[in-house]
């Protein structure tokens, strides 16, 4: 399982940006598909989450403002960013998780087994 993630850049506070991130050799009839990011010299953090069948969790910080999507079809899963905070700058990484399970569990990163390599989001105030 590859994934790649793409679509960061540099953004002035209170714009937007929409992350991809796309998989290849993703079979799995079950599976989740999530964002977390990082900043400098922080820990890496849970963005949002979302079954294959859509259902969606996300941090206190991207609700109402982040929206996390997929197309199956594509194996690609979005995460738009509107509102864009200058605390909002970080690495963002996409990770995958096959199977069942709590999907209040994913809010953890040890529970993902397939990461990005991350894109860069900088938000400029």
């Known amino acids: 399982v590859q994934l790649q993630a793409s679509g960061g850049g540099l953004v002035q506070a209170g714009g937007s940006l929409s992350l991809s991130c796309a998989a290849s050799g993703l079979t799995f009839s079950n599976r989740y598909m999530g964002w977390f990011r990082q900043a400098p010299g922080k820990e890496r953090e849970f963005v949002a989450t979302?079954?294959?069948?859509?259902?969606?969790i996300y941090s206190d910080f991207a609700k109402g403002r982040f929206t996390i999507s997929g197309d199956n079809r594509k194996k690609t899963t979005y995460l738009q960013m509107n509102s864009l905070r200058p605390e909002d700058t970080a690495v963002y990484f996409c990770?995958?998780?096959?199977?069942?399970?709590?999907?209040?569990?994913?809010?953890?990163?040890?529970?993902?087994?397939?990461w990005g390599q991350g894109t860069l989001v900088t938000v400029s105030s």
């Open positions: 990770a995958a998780r096959p199977g069942s399970i709590i999907l209040s569990e994913l809010r953890a990163a040890y529970n993902y087994d397939y």
């Open positions: 979302m079954s294959r069948s859509g259902t969606a």
